[in-house]
């Protein structure tokens, strides 16, 4: 069966094996309907790291978490918690054993006496990551962990043909399998969440889901909240990190007369040679609103996202706040988003109707 034929069924859990990481080489060019889930039980094995605990944002707040007033909760900075992770393997019956595995790292917060208050909600968003074509999700973790350290659980599943370090090899037309992939770990996530005796068992909120990505990862996370052929009902927020429209994905982008999809969030260095701006532009001109679009400044593809600088501080700091307020209710996390996101020489934020003018066009075509 190759990966262009196959197809999905419902997913359950395997013990995984171990993935190393590689680098990327990209071609230029709540719910769900998990409510009516049954508890399954899962095998998980956890994987206890060290905590960072540290804020890397720029803008961030260090009010506490409160869920058990009826006033708007405070923002939850970057950093209040404590992260640890562990590891479970999405399994998708009916394919070939190179195919049918999803290794999965799941952060989750670790409230402590000093980082929240008695009350505190104990049950937290669920963020599902998408990793760009060639690049492991480890690669990421600083980013995924400033969102588990401000609250959120955050699921970074591997897809098949997508890491040079899988069982498989390398073979980008795969991409048009990966919404479904997307939606089996949302499923198995949310779970493991409801299964009893787990490490996850009641830390996952399966009504409060977003979805965000980067690279050909921000085309599945795009694909799944804003394209007619794929989207999952009740996501409650996407952020799209340098992505763009996938034409092969079929289907229609922010199609008339359907309801507006999540709130959206556009990322997007305006020194990318490999998802040009004007692929982001195209996307959030036609997206409805509440949407945000990040201009990174001088900043290319990848850099932004898992290696040290400014742009990084503010990517961390804007997508904590747009998911604090999309996900978590504190909507007073939109007001800090504007500070955050505009740095004299390192980015710019907008809420208006189109983007920045970028000229050319998108032509990722394949």
């Not at 262009?4 to 359950?12: E, K, L, V």
């Not at 995984?16 to 095998?43: C, H, N």
Request: charged share 15%; with cysteine.
């Amino acid at each position: 069966m190759t990966p262009q034929t196959r197809r999905r069924a419902i997913a359950s859990l395997r013990v995984p094996t171990s993935r190393s990481s590689a680098r990327r080489s990209r071609f230029v060019a709540a719910a769900v309907a998990i409510l009516a889930l049954i508890v399954a039980g899962v095998v998980i094995i956890v994987t206890h790291r060290t905590p960072s605990g540290a804020s890397r944002g720029t803008g961030a707040s260090t009010n506490q978490q409160s869920g058990t007033t009826t006033t708007a909760p405070p923002v939850t900075a970057i950093g209040t918690y404590a992260v640890t992770s562990t590891s479970l393997t999405v399994t998708v019956a009916g394919l070939p054993s190179t195919d049918d595995e999803l290794p999965t790292t799941v952060w989750y917060p670790v409230a402590t006496s000093s980082s929240v208050t008695d009350g505190a909600r104990r049950d937290y968003p669920l963020l599902v990551f998408s990793q760009g074509y060639g690049q492991a999700v480890a690669n990421y973790a600083t980013l995924i962990e400033d969102w588990a350290s401000a609250g959120f659980v955050v699921a970074g599943p591997t897809y098949p043909h997508t890491a040079p370090s899988t069982p498989t090899t390398l073979d980008r037309g795969d991409l048009v399998h990966h919404p479904d992939d997307l939606r089996a770990v949302i499923s198995a996530v949310v779970r493991a969440g409801r299964a009893p005796g787990t490490v996850l068992s009641g830390k996952i909120d399966g009504s409060d889901i977003g979805v965000v990505g980067q690279s050909d990862g921000g085309d599945v996370s795009l694909a799944v909240a804003d394209n007619s052929a794929w989207r999952i009902s009740g996501l409650r927020a996407a952020a799209i990190l340098s992505g763009a429209e996938y034409p092969p994905f079929g289907g229609q982008y922010f199609a008339p007369g359907t309801p507006p999809g999540p709130p959206l969030l556009v990322v997007q260095g305006d020194a990318d040679t490999i998802n040009p701006p004007v692929c982001s532009a195209q996307l959030y001109n036609a997206a409805p609103p509440p949407k945000y679009y990040l201009d990174l400044l001088g900043a290319t593809h990848l850099a932004p996202y898992v290696q040290p600088s400014s742009w990084q501080g503010v990517v961390a700091t804007v997508t904590t706040e747009f998911f604090d307020a999309e996900l978590a209710g504190e909507r007073a996390a939109l007001g800090r988003m504007a500070t955050s996101g505009n740095v004299p020489g390192v980015a710019a934020l907008s809420t208006g109707p189109t983007a920045p003018p970028a000229s050319g066009t998108c032509g990722l075509t394949a």
